[in-house]
């Protein structure tokens, strides 16, 4: 069985732009969360998608957006890209069912922000 | 704020001994405390997990110990090998959802021959 995948690896932007980051979950897995993980914060929730809706949020400004497909892949939006913004951005996947479940992680999306 | 705080953040230990790391957390909502170890370039994995029923896990050369009552828990490495060098974060969750983690900060093991 595949693994999470997400797409691109690495990717540099300017303060200002936007950027869309994507998330393919391991087949049958119809939940999706993202973390952001820089080295001073460590890993933190951004948000959680199940059945293309957004079912959990952490504390991030709204300049942080996702969605979800049918097809259970999801894609997380960052607009108005501040330095800050410069991590790791890594994507879960779980069957999403209220019993206790392993999620697991895709090896990340690489954003430098210049 | 940070509801799961790791010690120490840096860890160097010599092959064959002990590694140590340990967590303390505040959301008693929390019933599920997994262990994630994660190498460069690469997501993050499972390791190991307890439920607050029990006081200590073991798996192979790692253990997890369980305090409730303190609301601290450690993974301890016996006998640390130079593959087990990664970073280990502590988790938890189960407080709205079990696909909601909370991560502590991450300690960098270094296992030196």
């Known amino acids: 069985k595949a693994g999470v995948t997400q797409t691109p690896r690495y990717l540099i932007k300017t303060r200002g732009q936007q950027v869309t980051l994507s998330c393919s979950p391991i087949s049958g897995h119809r939940s999706v969360s993202w973390y952001q993980q820089t080295p001073g914060q460590g890993l933190q929730f951004l948000f959680e998608y199940f059945s293309e809706t957004q079912r959990n949020k952490g504390n991030f400004p709204g300049r942080f957006s996702g969605r979800q497909f049918s097809n259970s892949r999801s894609e997380m939006n960052v607009s108005t890209l501040e330095l800050g913004d410069s991590a790791l951005y890594l994507c879960?996947?779980?069957?999403?069912?209220?019993?206790?479940?392993?999620?697991?992680f895709g090896p990340g999306t690489r954003l430098l922000v210049l | 704020q940070q509801q799961v705080k790791q010690s120490p953040q840096s860890l160097i230990v010599q092959k064959g001994g002990i590694s140590i790391i340990n967590c303390a957390y505040e959301n008693t909502a929390f019933d599920y405390f997994p262990w994630y170890q994660q190498f460069p370039g690469k997501g993050p994995a499972l390791l190991i997990a307890?439920?607050?029923?029990?006081s200590e896990k073991k798996e192979g050369r790692f253990t997890i110990s369980f305090n409730k009552s303190a609301k601290q828990f450690s993974l301890h490495i016996m006998d640390s090998q130079p593959g087990d060098s990664a970073t280990y974060f502590c988790?938890?969750?189960?407080?709205?959802?079990?696909?909601?983690?909370?991560f502590g900060i991450g300690t960098k093991l270094q296992v030196i021959p």
């Open positions: 879960a996947s779980s069957l999403g069912g209220p019993e206790l479940e392993t999620q697991y």
């Open positions: 307890i439920r607050p029923d029990v």
């Open positions: 988790a938890a969750t189960g407080a709205g959802g079990y696909q909601k983690v909370t």
